[in-house]
């Protein structure tokens, strides 16, 4: 078990930006972007949230989940300094599939917490519901058909002598609620009960968030098909199981987008006044499993947890918003009781409940999460630490928690390899 050295200082997030996650070329304020413009947009506002200017920045890192499919591109960032006004500082590019965000916020406060940089900038933009036209400026793009999405998936394993059999939808997808299914003497219904529930609220929290993919909810969807209420829509055949449990709306919503953050030194934020509350990071778990490991997203989030715990000294019951990377929506449900946040067999029956929305006891990305704010592959980690930022400092609009949340994790999950678990609070 990997024990974490303290860092040399506390590290803030004092500013943070973020794009609609949409599919750009359908959405009006954001028709046109290239991936640079989607990232340059994310940080010039995360700068101005931060109350600095461009000049301001001395290091800056860039992700993104796959560059050279998505982007057309290899050393991004060097690409896109230019876009906020950074030209000549250092940078760094990184990629780690769908964890690239959580490692973004990561490697940041690493850069600050060792005392080489005091403002450092990181942020990840993936355009993942088109692909570039090779050899054409950025701006344009063209359809990301699902044949073509799907030989991509292999290459998060290692191939070196066997198969990556577990890559099959179907397979892996299934394996952490089959495991708790069958641990809690669960019927299929139930778990199909509990999938849709959770679907319910967090379709709700998306289409109440203007940022978000969806603007109608799953009431809108059952009376357009002749039905009486969500209930029915999410049961029927116009929501077929495309797994032993996931149903078509438990499965991500591919989308463009892009998201940046601002860290400096607590003592330096506070001594800025700033006229929103600094939120302090108080530790990363880390833990990663190659793809075909068996159990490896219950197995990295069990190691991250503990990590992250014991550096922090926070207690679960301390927990008052949870994130989970759920680009297949049963890691909602098992991710939450297994770092604590709702209790051991109960948390199938929290979603059934309705208990995980922003307006209840127990809420869980209060955004949508990937199956209804929408997936941005990279960049959504970043979207999760956008919106515990805005839910933290009251300024969350429509969806905002009844109770302002102090202590917030957040569980990244990418490319069947890496897991990161962390804890930010409000400083006070």
Not at 222 to 233: C, I, T
Not at 312 to 336: C, Y
Request: charge should be negative.
């Amino acid at each position: 078990m990997v024990k974490l050295g303290k860092q040399a200082r506390s590290v803030s997030i004092v500013g943070v930006g973020c794009t609609p996650f949409k599919n750009f070329e359908d959405h009006p304020e954001t028709k046109g972007m290239s991936e640079g413009d989607a990232f340059g947009y994310a940080a010039l506002e995360a700068i101005k949230d931060a109350g600095l200017q461009p000049r301001d920045i001395q290091y800056f890192y860039h992700g993104a989940a796959n560059p050279f499919m998505i982007g057309d591109s290899l050393t991004p960032n060097m690409q896109v300094a230019d876009w906020f006004g950074v030209r000549g500082i250092g940078s760094v590019h990184h990629s780690e599939a769908c964890c690239t965000g959580y490692v973004a916020l990561q490697e940041a406060v690493q850069a600050v917490a060792c005392g080489t940089y005091d403002i450092v900038l990181s942020g990840a933009v993936d355009l993942a519901a088109s692909l570039p036209v090779v050899g054409a400026p950025g701006c344009y793009r063209r359809d990301f058909p699902l044949e073509e999405m799907l030989p991509s998936i292999p290459m998060v394993y290692d191939r070196a002598y066997g198969r990556p059999l577990d890559s099959a939808f179907g397979i892996s997808f299934d394996n952490w609620i089959n495991k708790y299914r069958w641990e809690y003497d669960l019927t299929a219904e139930q778990i199909d009960a509990a999938l849709n529930g959770m679907s319910k609220s967090l379709r709700r929290n998306a289409v109440l968030n203007p940022l978000a993919f969806y603007e109608s909810d799953f009431d809108d969807a059952a009376k357009a098909n002749g039905m009486e209420n969500a209930d029915q829509f999410l049961s029927s055949m116009f929501n077929p199981k495309v797994t032993q449990y996931l149903r078509v709306t438990g499965f991500e919503t591919k989308c463009d987008g892009a998201a940046a953050l601002v860290v400096m030194p607590t003592d330096m934020a506070v001594a800025r006044g700033l006229d929103h509350k600094i939120i302090d990071v108080l530790g990363t778990g880390a833990a990663a499993y190659e793809g075909a490991t068996p159990d490896n997203e219950y197995n990295g989030t069990k190691d991250g947890a503990k990590q992250v715990y014991e550096y922090t000294g926070v207690k679960p019951d301390e927990l008052d918003l949870l994130f989970v990377n759920d680009f297949f929506l049963a890691g909602d449900i098992v991710s939450a009781e297994e770092v604590g946040y709702i209790p051991r067999g109960e948390a199938w029956q929290y979603a059934i409940d309705g208990r995980c929305g922003f307006d209840g006891d127990k809420p869980i990305n209060t955004h949508g999460g990937r199956c209804n704010f929408g997936h941005a592959h990279g960049a959504s980690g970043v979207a999760d630490i956008y919106e515990a930022v805005k839910q933290m400092r009251g300024e969350a609009g429509a969806t905002q928690m009844p109770k302002l949340p102090r202590t917030t994790f957040l569980r990244g999950f990418g490319g069947g390899q890496n897991i990161r678990c962390q804890i930010l609070r409000t400083h006070e």
